[in-house]
């Protein structure tokens, strides 16, 4: 289990703007350590993002996205008081998944 | 980083922990491409040129477009490990959009899948090595389009 994520998600004008920020390392595996070993990569490979059971975003990262990931992006539909879900998994198999409800 | 042959032994340790590691999750059933996500396309994420990077996905040819594409990169980026990337397409039926940094050790940043209803708009972070083009790639009815700036990087975002 991640730390957990932050988002905000606020409806206006029947569209809903949604900002995660993840908390994650996202070591691109090129790093090294003071005394020169290499940092394994470690970092999300998959995020998703649903309202109400539907998914309405998919993200796929690489190594190239910086740490603590930020996304940002909008869909039709959304209500206040409604559920947004986002999960992710990085490349050892962890997963996290938070909920967030839509505000004004 | 200083010097080219320590690059290429990174980069040379790199893919072989890389390919290890997936190996070993693969063989473990960790890495599990069905688990609800779409395929995480290993090879792309891998690639360590725009040309391997985008035959790898599929794209032939992309057509430049300035247009239909926003891309909005800072000119100058004083921290490389974070550059603010928004695109945006006014494009129609918009699936997908990826980032791509020209020259990051993996130049695949991120794919963005939109299913109808969403607005084709993401904005994320990205790290970048050195001074390059960021390169927005914007898939429309089955086409791909593209379009980039370059962002001139002041101090490298490899924390090396």
Not at chain 1, 12 to 28: A, F, P, R, S
Not at chain 2, 132 to 153: H, I, M, P, Q
């Amino acid at each position: 289990m991640g730390n957990p994520m932050k988002i905000r998600a606020a409806a206006k004008d029947g569209v809903t703007e949604v900002k995660i920020l993840m908390q994650h390392e996202m070591e691109t595996g090129l790093r090294k350590e003071a005394d020169g070993t290499l940092v394994p990569a470690w970092f999300i490979t998959e995020v998703k993002a649903q309202h109400l059971g539907r998914t309405v975003l998919e993200a796929q990262f690489g190594q190239s996205i910086s740490k603590n990931p930020y996304l940002l992006f909008r869909f039709k539909g959304g209500a206040v008081g409604e559920k947004i879900t986002v999960s992710w998994v990085d490349n050892k198999g962890d997963k996290r998944e938070d909920e967030a409800v839509i505000g004004a | 980083m200083n010097t080219e042959i320590d690059l290429a032994r990174r980069k040379a340790l790199k893919a072989g922990g890389g390919i290890g590691l997936f190996a070993l999750f693969g063989a473990l059933g960790l890495l599990r491409p069905g688990m609800a996500f779409a395929d995480w396309n290993k090879t792309a994420f891998s690639a360590k040129t725009m040309d391997e990077a985008l035959t790898a996905m599929g794209v032939a040819t992309p057509e430049n477009n300035a247009v239909f594409i926003q891309l909005t990169v800072p000119e100058i980026a004083e921290n490389g490990a974070i550059v603010p990337v928004k695109v945006a397409s006014t494009l129609l039926n918009v699936e997908q959009i990826s980032i791509l940094v020209d020259k990051n050790p993996n130049v695949l940043a991120a794919n963005f899948i939109f299913p109808a209803g969403t607005e084709s708009m993401v904005t994320t972070r990205v790290k970048m090595g050195q001074t390059c083009n960021v390169v927005a790639l914007v898939k429309a009815d089955g086409k791909f389009y593209r379009t980039s700036k370059e962002v001139k990087v002041t101090a490298g975002g490899c924390g090396g």
